[in-house]
């Protein structure tokens, strides 16, 4: 049986999967790889993107397994079937490590972790203006419902038409709350990449409509002022590397328009959601095919289980 310093330090050249499976195969190699922090010490806990797979029980088995530490450090979700609950779980089970978070998530997955986002902001705001003890992330999850009475007020208060940065530092500073937490649960966050993932679908159409846009927009944005706040910025002052935010939220610009890619494709491929943006595809140079050709694809054989057949012109040579 190899050493266990040996298994230390092979087991972080495996993915995710080999993990598990390695795991299950014995008590010994579930010991060294779920019950120890070395598998996992400067290493990302990746879910693979787009993975249907990754079910909220999948998630819950991590947060079981993995000991509490400062061990993993990235955390992706990219594209995953989660629910709210595994989201704030993962979170408070790895947000007081994490140096680098992917969340690229529909626009519905990532609207609902929005409004979590913000009532557990506003009640760890309200807890350092009483001087009480932060809550965690899960203290939060067992009760959402309670939490969300607590700062009812300033939830109804809440401007629901802007998507600007400081929307949120009016709403503190109107309420007497502090624009800064003294112990914030993203302590060493340092990038976070947080985008919209579009379906192929939409991405096809012709037109989009432009309210599913500034939806999109304003959830990012959202997103990005609750996770600065989370991780101890001032929100008085712009999220940005110029007012002194510690976090990089990895901000691109389209080209044509000026405006930030706040959105991608399953492939993750930037989509502009500005100005240039009614239709999707303008930004990315795809010729659009007929309605007809997208039929006949469908019926076209894989191109990963067959050989191209070279042309007349190549094969006469």
């Known amino acids: ?5 040996l298994l230390h330090h092979l087991l972080p050249f495996l993915d995710l999967d080999d993990r598990i499976h390695l795991g299950a195969t014995s008590r010994f190699f579930k010991q060294v790889i779920f019950d120890a922090n070395a598998p996992w ?3 990302s806990l990746l879910f693979p993107p787009n993975d249907n797979r990754i079910s909220d029980s999948v998630a819950t088995y991590f947060m079981k397994s993995i000991p509490r530490s400062f061990a993993v450090t990235k955390l992706q979700l ?3 079937p989660l629910t709210d609950t595994a989201i704030l779980g993962l979170l408070d089970r790895f947000a007081h490590a994490l140096e680098h978070i992917e969340l690229i998530l529909s626009p519905h997955q990532l609207s609902n972790l929005c409004d979590h986002l913000e ?22 999850a067992n009760e959402v419902h309670e939490a969300k009475q607590r700062v ?9 038409t802007t998507s600007d940065e400081y929307s949120l530092s009016r709403l503190l500073s109107r309420f007497g709350l502090p624009t800064e937490l003294d112990d914030p649960p993203f302590e060493r966050l340092a990038i976070a990449n947080i985008r919209c993932q579009v379906q192929d679908s939409l991405i096809k159409s ?30 008085g002052w712009a999220i940005n590397r110029a007012s002194g935010c510690k976090i990089d939220f990895r901000q691109f610009k389209c080209e044509k328009c000026g405006s930030e890619y706040l959105a991608v494709d399953a492939s993750g491929s930037p989509i502009c959601t500005g100005t240039c943006a009614i239709d999707l595809t303008m930004n990315r140079h795809v010729k659009r095919k007929s309605a007809l050709d997208d039929t006949f694809a469908l019926y076209e054989p894989d191109s990963k289980h067959h050989h191209s057949v070279p042309s007349s012109s190549s094969s006469s040579r």
Do not use: C, W
């Not at 049986?1 to 310093?5: I, P, S």
């Not at 432009?210 to 999109?216: A, G, I, K, P």
């Open 1 to 5: 049986m190899l050493e266990k310093k």
């Open 41 to 43: 010490s400067g290493q």
């Open 78 to 80: 990219v594209g995953l």
């Open 119 to 140: 009532a557990f902001s506003y009640n760890l705001a309200l807890l350092q203006s009483q001087n009480g003890i932060p809550h965690l992330f899960g203290e939060y």
């Open 152 to 160: 009812a007020t300033i939830l109804e208060a809440k401007e629901t």
């Open 206 to 235: 012709d037109r989009v409509r432009r309210s599913d846009l500034e939806s999109m927009n304003m959830a990012v944005t959202r997103a990005r002022s609750f996770v600065a706040y989370l991780a101890g910025h001032d929100v």
